[in-house]
T-cell receptor, first 119, second 111 residues
Framework: GAVVSQHPSWVICKSGTSVKIECRSLDFQATTMFWYRQFPKQSLMLMATSNEGSKATYEQGVEKDKFLINHASLTLSTLTVTSAHPEDSSFYIC???????????????FGPGTRLTVT | DAKTTQPPSMDCAEGRAANLPCNHSTISGNEYVYWYRQIHSQGPQYIIHGLKNNETNEMASLIITEDRKSSTLILPHATLRDTAVYYCIVRVAGDFNKFYFGSGTKLNVKP
């Protein structure tokens, strides 16, 4: 149990276009999901907290109009990188936190990541 | 959340125990210690967590000092597949509490 998937696993897009990344909790419900970004040889940086049915909250310095987050259901959150530029090229990782009352551990579970390359 | 300090890298021989230290001298009484690891180009994987007592599961053991200012993750019999970056994180357990990752320790398991 406690599997989180991301789609796509990698994507290449042209500068100026938008890219959507999906994060799904496959066998549990998650009111809260998190989005991270990781540049090569660096640690994960928390970008935003995605809350089902409400607006996402963004970490300081993260542009909310550039990184649009939609958490439409208890198992799906999406991150859209709008007007992507080469400096947005990175490894994007989501995590999902199981809701209380479910049988799995009270932890965050991470997706496998999405490699975005903007040319 | 309290900050953590970990050595940037460690080596371990295959089959031997790997002991990864973490300092968290400003940890609060209600903050847990979590360990995750990240194998190259994958998402982080949960290993173990604890509050005060030592914990053990099928992957590892977590030893927390009595004053809770430091902890050690122990992989009892390291294999080549354990080569990864190991992150020690302290945070309050709760619905809206986030994980902030430090720089972690790169564990190199060598044959």
């Amino acid at each position: 149990g406690a599997v989180v998937s991301q789609h796509p696993s990698w994507v290449i897009c042209k500068s100026g276009t938008s890219v959507k990344i999906e994060c799904r909790s496959l066998d549990f419900q998650a009111t809260t999901m998190f989005w991270y970004r990781q540049f090569p040889k660096q640690s994960l940086m928390l970008m935003a907290t995605s809350n089902e049915g409400s607006k996402a909250t963004y970490e300081q310095g993260v542009e909310k109009d550039k990184f649009l987050i939609n958490h439409a259901s208890l198992t799906l959150s999406t991150l859209t990188v709008t007007s992507a530029h080469p400096e947005d090229s990175s490894f994007y990782i989501c995590s999902a936190r199981a809701n209380l009352g479910q049988t799995i551990a009270y932890e965050q579970y991470f997706g496998p990541g999405t490699r975005l390359t903007v040319t | 959340d309290a900050k953590t300090t970990q050595p940037p890298s460690m080596d371990c021989a295959e089959g031997r125990a790997a002991n990864l230290p973490c300092n968290h001298s400003t940890i609060s009484g209600n903050e847990y210690v979590y360990w995750y690891r990240q194998i190259h180009s994958q998402g982080p994987q949960y290993i173990i967590h604890g509050l005060k007592n030592n914990e053990t599961n099928e992957m590892a053991s977590l030893i927390i000092t009595e004053d809770r200012k430091s902890s050690t993750l122990i992989l009892p019999h390291a294999t080549l597949r354990d080569t990864a970056v190991y992150y020690c994180i302290v945070r309050v357990a709760g619905d809206f509490n986030k994980f902030y990752f430090g720089s972690g320790t790169k564990l190199n398991v060598k044959p």
